[in-house]
């Protein structure tokens, strides 16, 4: 379920999410159909345990019905996430930045929007239908450009779930920043992996759910004065 702009990066990134991949090197190659839509992946040397890996799996809500497999959940808690550490200021000046990129929704709306940024600049964003969609191709173009998610911020237009949180820590980000609200069970992974979470961002309002120590608080609003 995708509007089709991004195939083979969704692909790459989907099976790196889904830790079905573990490098890169391992795809051989990525041949999109846009007759039958579909995408067909050639590893190198196949994929051990690939009858194991889809055996137990997990159906998801959100755009679309998503599905997480066993070894998405089983390696998730190998990751080590860089410390971070996030300006107010760049926070602000990222919103303000990101106002521009929503090319898709501002001409005809039902897309969420995800975003892969270094302090204030915006590296890449994607638009798809689903936010995982979006997270996935940004997963897909990080492993194509060599890209680190050690110093990185990832926004996303969508609320914090639990799958976006995972997805976050696959990529080896650990900033999340989002337009919308969070779950509980994201939270919760969030809190367990470390993930610094930042949700209801719009304009100068923010709210910090987890990670509130990684935040340095330089742009402070000047409080109203008391009404006497």
């Known amino acids: ?57 997990t159906v998801t809500t959100g ?7 066993s070894c998405t959940l089983d390696s998730l ?5 860089p410390d971070v550490s996030v300006r107010q200021s760049t926070i602000y000046a990222l919103l303000d930045n990101v106002t521009d990129c929503n090319g898709v929704y501002r001409r005809a709306g039902a897309v969420h929007g995800c975003g892969l940024c270094q302090g204030a600049e915006i ?11 979006a997270a996935d191709a940004i997963s897909g173009y990080m492993w194509l450009d060599g890209i680190s998610g050690e110093d990185k911020v990832f ?16 990529m080896g980000i650990a900033v999340l920043l989002s337009r919308s609200g969070v779950t509980h069970m994201g939270l919760e992974l969030a809190q367990e992996l470390g993930v610094t979470m930042i949700a209801r961002a719009k304009g100068k309002h923010f709210l ?9 608080f330089d742009a402070q609003p000047a409080q109203p004065e008391t009404l006497r």
């Open 155 to 170: 926004y996303t237009t969508g609320r914090l779930t639990s799958e976006i949180v995972m997805k976050a820590a696959h």
């Open 1 to 57: 379920m995708t509007i089709g702009a991004h195939p083979e990066a969704l692909a790459i990134g989907y099976l790196r999410n889904q830790r079905f991949v573990d490098e890169l090197e391992q795809i051989k190659s990525v041949t999109v159909d846009h007759r039958t839509e579909s995408v067909k992946v050639v590893t190198r040397d196949g994929i051990d345990g690939w009858d194991e890996k889809l055996s137990k799996r």
């Open 123 to 133: 590296l890449m964003y994607t638009e798809d239908v689903g936010r995982h969609n």
């Open 63 to 69: 755009c679309g019905q998503g599905t997480v497999f």
């Open 208 to 216: 910090v759910y987890h990670g509130a120590g990684n935040i340095v």
């Open 77 to 81: 808690y190998t990751v080590r996430l």
